[in-house]
């Protein structure tokens, strides 16, 4: 336990950390600028060259602005909830393995904060913590609107964590480990020759549902019901102002890249670059750090490509129904989640594991 | 080192606990009730029970806990009322809670031979558990799956919704 | 416990960032106590009954039934985990979750006939 083993542990979490944080920024300005070429219109064009500094302003003006508590609230709560949502969207990009290790200061360093040999659960876990934010804060508010918009997102959420951890035991079946570091480092290579060895070729059908949960999971459209501007007003968090509204969106965006994060390591590959192997690369480059780079390169890219299709299904689909959104979940996905499991149970037995 | 964290996870769990019981608010009771699963999840991480430990967040503070909270969300809790503990009852409580954990602890001590160490026993492992989960305990797993089915439709049988919800 | 370390040191930062947050808005934003600006907000009219709602069952059996459900799905985790492995001594395992899965496929159908999950 050397200082320079605190150091890098330190240096780990404090980067992996900001980077995250950092894609909140990003991440409100694509979805304002997506959402305006979506709807034919230009989006925010004045601060600065093409928008690019409209995050900086908005930040600035939550910063800025007056921190309103109602009434008869219960302060502690009214004040705890958005952190509640926030701790657990730090705390699980945790798991994420997003390169191979690099080699600094003479050590081997893997790029991903802890590697649990049970990572997958518990980014299952800290997620399913998420839901305490959302309910404590509508609860906290006083206001009967966001009484309801908290009860009904929290039944979402709780309704979707099961079909993502069905589609989580596929994986688990598929890959015979719950490290998410082993599952990237297993989808090496290609399958049959012609396709990369991912995830999503063993899986397509968990792959789908571990998608649409994840929608529902994070509160995203089509499934954003207990936020919809319309309806409930701003549903659970209708009475939060400036900074605490701020901080349940940074929750929200954080839960997005973490997702997106699951997604491409669950099912695609993680840092791998489709049918180039890293012994190969290594070669090529010959240096362990630049290869680090690059793996974190792809890792990034593919992760945006999810974060982009977020944006887009956002702005494209019309809104669930509440009853809808239930009778998805516990009528389709789990069922569909089931029979994927009994399939793929199947086809492993036949195959003599697959 | 070691024992320096257990000593502070240990202190954690039973100040949240004591915090459950002696809370005014309920709703308190049930955010302490979430940081006592944190501590105790932190304390199998210390043994290397890495699967208990994220099996007790997923299902204890993540959905047990939660239901509480929805429970208490629902029905309107009045403030109860403020009523003064007599001293007699705590002296009394207090002597009857000193005695179960000193008989507790004898009886531990016996069974156990010495007190575990904060070594990871090689047993633990999430896979040495699966596999004895489905080999040497299948029929308790299968048993509790029916236990689990049992216990769906008494809910319904329990709380059933009012005839005059009409879709 | 080496991997655990920069797990703790996540978390006292994003505590740290909590507090930084929290701290920032009061020092920074202006305090103008308006009444007006604290009553419940409902489309600008005057609130009109307690903030309680009444109750519905639905929500509650829609908890209960996760957390049973999640039950099950956390017995699941284990069996994935060593199914492939245990291929190799023949198909104990897979007859072990076509009856754990029947018995929670009938549980679902119960759920689903009941039609409990039809909420106005």
Redesign the interface.
């Known amino acids: 336990?050397t200082l320079i083993?605190?150091i890098i542990?330190?240096l780990?979490?404090?980067v992996i950390?900001v980077a995250v944080i950092q894609v909140v920024p990003v991440m409100i300005y694509v979805e304002r600028k997506v959402a305006a070429l979506i709807q034919d219109r230009p989006g925010p064009n004045r601060v600065g060259p093409f928008g690019l500094l409209q995050p900086v302003a908005d930040a600035l003006k939550f910063?800025?602005?007056?921190?309103?508590?109602?009434?008869?609230t219960?302060r502690?709560?009214y004040?705890l909830a958005p952190?509640l949502s926030?701790?657990p969207a730090?705390?699980v990009i945790?798991a994420l393995p997003i390169a191979d290790k690099a080699v600094l200061f003479g050590r081997e360093i893997t790029i991903q904060?802890?590697?649990?040999?049970?990572s997958l659960?518990?980014v299952?876990?800290?997620g399913?913590?998420g839901?305490?934010g959302i309910?404590?804060g509508?609860?906290a508010?006083?206001?009967?609107?966001s009484?309801?918009g908290?009860?009904r997102s929290?039944?979402q959420m709780?309704?979707y964590?099961?079909p993502l951890?069905?589609a989580?035991?596929?994986a688990?079946?598929?890959f015979?480990?719950?490290s998410l570091r082993e599952m990237v480092i297993q989808q090496e290579g290609t399958l049959l020759g012609i396709l990369p060895n991912w995830g999503v070729f063993y899986q397509p059908i968990g792959f789908l549902i571990f998608l649409v949960a994840s929608f529902a999971e994070t509160n995203r459209l089509p499934f954003d019901l207990p936020e919809s501007e319309a309806e409930l007003?701003a549903g659970f968090h209708?009475?939060y102002g400036?900074?605490?509204f701020a901080?349940f969106f940074m929750a929200e965006y954080m839960n997005l890249a973490t997702m997106s994060g699951l997604m491409t390591v669950i099912y695609f590959g993680g840092w791998h670059l489709p049918w180039v192997s890293d012994a190969k690369l290594l070669e090529i480059l010959g240096s362990q750090n630049l290869l680090c780079i690059i793996q974190v390169a792809t890792y990034i890219f593919k992760v945006s490509v999810f974060m982009f299709l977020y944006v887009l299904i956002r702005w494209t689909l019309p809104r669930f129904r509440?009853?809808q959104l239930?009778?998805l979940s516990?009528?389709s996905l789990?069922?569909i989640g089931?029979i994927n499991?009994?399939v793929s149970?199947?086809l492993?037995?036949v195959l003599?594991?697959k | 080192m070691k024992e320096a964290v257990f000593t502070f996870f240990s202190l954690f769990t039973l100040l949240t606990a004591a915090g459950v019981i002696l809370s005014r608010n309920i709703i308190y009771s049930a955010f302490n009730l979430v940081l006592c699963f944190f501590g105790l999840a932190s304390l199998y991480l210390l043994w290397g029970a890495t699967f208990l430990s994220m099996i007790q967040i997923l299902i204890y503070a993540g959905a047990i806990v939660v239901l509480f909270v929805f429970v208490v969300m629902l029905l309107n809790f009045e403030k109860p009322t403020e009523q003064k503990t007599r001293f007699s009852i705590i002296v009394l409580s207090s002597a009857g809670v000193w005695t179960l954990a000193l008989i507790l602890l004898r009886v531990l001590s016996k069974s156990l031979g010495e007190i575990p160490s904060l070594e990871t026993p090689a047993k633990a492992s999430v896979r040495t558990i699966s596999k004895l989960l489905f080999s040497q305990y299948l029929w308790p797993f299968e048993v509790l799956t029916v236990f689990l089915l049992a216990l769906i439709v008494g809910i319904f049988v329990l709380a059933r919704p009012e005839k005059e919800e009409t879709p | 416990m080496e991997t655990l370390l920069p797990l703790a040191i996540l978390l006292v930062v994003t505590l740290l960032l909590c507090a930084g947050i929290l701290i920032v808005t009061q020092v920074l934003g202006p305090k103008n106590p308006v009444p007006s600006r604290f009553e419940a907000y409902e489309c600008g009219i005057k609130p009109e009954s307690g903030s309680h709602v009444p109750f519905k069952s639905s929500f509650y059996l829609i908890a209960v039934l996760f957390l049973l459900f999640d039950v099950e799905a956390a017995f699941f985790l284990p069996w994935a985990l060593v199914y492939k492995d245990s291929l190799a001594e023949g198909p104990a395992l897979l007859w072990a979750l076509l009856v754990y899965l029947g018995l929670m496929a009938v549980g679902l159908v119960y759920i689903l006939q009941k039609k409990i999950l039809r909420l106005n």
């Open positions: 336990m083993d605190f542990a330190a780990k979490a404090i950390l910063l800025l602005k007056e921190d309103p508590i109602p009434h008869y219960n502690l709560l004040t952190f926030l701790i730090c705390l945790a904060i802890a590697d649990l040999d049970v659960i518990y299952l876990a800290i399913s913590l839901v305490y309910l404590f509508g609860w508010s006083n206001n009967k609107f009484l309801i908290s009860l929290a039944s709780v309704s964590e099961l951890g069905l989580a035991v596929g688990v079946m598929v015979g480990t719950f007003v209708t009475e400036s900074m605490k901080t509440f009853d239930l009778t516990w009528g789990i069922p089931l499991i009994v149970a199947v492993m037995y003599g594991g």
